[in-house]
């Protein structure tokens, strides 16, 4: 019989750690359902004790999800661990993740600790955890980095106060596969109590291996969990990709003869929700959710999958959820068949008001659009007024007049707690002019550091989504908008990350 191999997502910890990523706390449920959805075994939910902000999002994300392990992670001490089981309460299945480095640089250099007060603090740790909650992950920070014989004596020691699954990160991407997938197996060998706890891996992705190590630390080593975040997202180069170790696999199936409980026709759309959430672009040629991952351009490609899929194709488009790209609703669609694409597309709005207000939404679409594909209703489900309770700013209207050779101008109407306001410029384009009129009122002082856009359904036809990202006093957001005027998803987009600015957030890092 073949083994379980345990997919832990940390999209919304580790993901959300990646510069410019952070997400709100309604963002992370709309994700954490999805992940739900995919039937991720366990979603690490963020890092409860480092802002009032992540308690929150943990905690709803602990009461609403039914089908996954919720996880908080926590440094090695009572605190964090207290705070983290306190917002696990009403989690069906909780999980604590308590974490200390161990190897000599990190204790040495950060924690200015000795190898004898690390391995004291983090029995401490996992005694205190396990107090708490039964289920138990201690990790090693920098694991991939320690000395063996120290190593093992932490684990052991660990798991003789009652972890129940052991991480060993590669944190800064330094593995190469054959060394980590052995690093894991003579660990193992060595740790007389290692049967007692679930071995997993954690890999980055700074030289591009972390699949690669992840997959060698299951094969070679034995570990039967994998810790991964959609699109590969997080801190510098990203972390190990859910979507190709599980396509991995499924797919060599021959070759690792494991299961993984992954409905792999939800990967797609979590592809996509997340980098629309984050601003962070998929790149075509991204394997598995890459525009490219499918497509056939060469002719010699296209005559063999039309003979047989096979010759040129290893899994199939609609098993991770590509069949998203047709004309699916119009103008005439009524609100039934709206709900109904909503519950296939898996999304679910959390109440008959978010319906009306999307259907409204898709109406007014309709009437300025044809053809209405997946990718637009995704786009309109994940626009802020359809899902937020209160928005400080609100778009109502815009007029923007440009001509060759002359400066463009843009006039704004927008609401400030409800009230309307409007804002003139003129700018170097007509982008910039409806920003600045934006600004001439608002006068926030935020630095862009992003902007982009995107066709979503790939034509002129189609609707533009614009991502901005904004940095004040430290704090980084994305705001989102969509619009088949790209210069007014640019200003929705601006209007959204003005919000999430002016929403008050303050934490600490995880590893530091
Ligand atoms: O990369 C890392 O070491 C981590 C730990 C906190 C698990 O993310
Ligand atoms: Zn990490």
Not at 158 to 176: F, L, R, S
Not at 336 to 362: H, M, P
Not at 485 to 508: G, H, P, T
Request: charged fraction near 25%; proline fraction near 2%; aromatic fraction near 6%.
């Amino acid at each position: 019989m073949a083994d379980k191999l345990i997919i832990f997502d940390t999209t919304l910890r580790d993901g959300e750690q990646s510069p410019g990523a952070s997400m709100t706390k309604d963002e992370k449920l709309r994700i954490a359902r999805q992940l739900e959805r995919l039937k991720v075994d366990v979603i690490e939910a963020g890092f409860a004790a480092s802002s009032n902000g992540d308690f929150e999002a943990v905690q709803n994300i602990a009461n609403a999800i039914k089908d996954s392990t919720v996880c908080s992670l926590s440094r090695a001490n009572d605190r964090d661990i207290a705070r983290a089981a306190e917002a696990l309460k009403g989690a069906n299945s909780a999980r604590i993740h308590t974490f200390i480095a161990t190897s000599p640089l990190h204790m040495e250099k950060k924690l200015r600790m000795t190898p004898e007060q690390v391995l004291e603090q983090a029995k401490l740790a996992v005694r205190f955890a396990r107090n708490q909650v039964a289920d138990i992950e201690f990790s090693a920070e920098d694991g991939y980095r320690s000395e063996m014989d120290f190593l093992c004596r932490v684990v052991e020691a660990v798991i003789k106060e009652g972890a129940t699954t052991i991480n060993i990160p590669d944190t800064v991407g330094y593995a190469i596969p054959e060394l980590y997938g052995n690093f894991i197996k003579t660990l193992r060998e060595r740790v007389p109590n290692s049967d007692k706890a679930i071995w997993s891996v954690h890999c980055h992705n700074d030289l591009g291996m972390a699949v690669a190590n992840s997959l060698a630390g299951v094969k070679i080593g034995g570990a039967r969990q994998v810790e991964c975040t959609i699109n590969g997202l997080g801190e510098r180069a990203g972390n190990c990709s859910l979507e190709e170790v599980v396509m991995a696999v499924k797919t060599r199936r021959d070759y690792f003869n494991l299961d993984v409980a992954i409905d792999t026709k939800h990967i797609v759309a979590a592809s996509r929700m997340v980098s629309q959430t984050t601003g962070f672009v998929v790149q075509p040629n991204k394997a598995v959710v890459g525009a490219n991952a499918f497509a056939h351009a060469s002719g010699i490609h296209q005559d063999g999958v039309l003979k047989a899929r096979d010759t040129y194709e290893i899994m199939r488009a609609e098993d991770v959820g590509w069949s998203a790209n047709k004309i699916v609703l119009g103008k005439l669609s009524g609100r039934n068949a709206f709900k109904q694409r909503l519950q296939e597309l898996g999304v679910s709005l959390d109440s008959e008001t978010e319906i009306n207000t999307a259907f409204a939404k898709f109406k007014e679409l309709a009437d300025r659009k044809s053809e209405i594909f997946d990718e637009d209703i995704l786009a309109l489900v994940s626009d802020e007024s359809v899902t937020s309770e209160k928005e400080r700013y609100g778009f109502v209207s815009l007029s923007q007049h440009s001509e060759t050779g002359e400066r463009p101008q843009a006039a704004i109407v927008f609401t400030v707690e409800g009230k309307e306001v409007k804002g003139v410029s003129d700018g170097n384009g007509p982008v910039d002019a409806s920003l600045k009129a934006i600004e001439s009122h608002v006068k926030s002082g935020a630095e862009m550091v992003l902007y982009s856009v995107n066709a979503i359904s790939g034509s002129t036809e189609s609707q533009g989504e614009v991502t901005v990202r904004l940095q004040n006093s430290g704090r980084v957001v994305n705001g989102v908008g969509a619009d088949p005027d790209i210069v007014v998803a640019s200003a929705k987009a601006y209007l959204s990350a003005l919000n999430k600015l002016s929403s008050k957030a303050d934490r600490v890092a995880a590893q530091g």
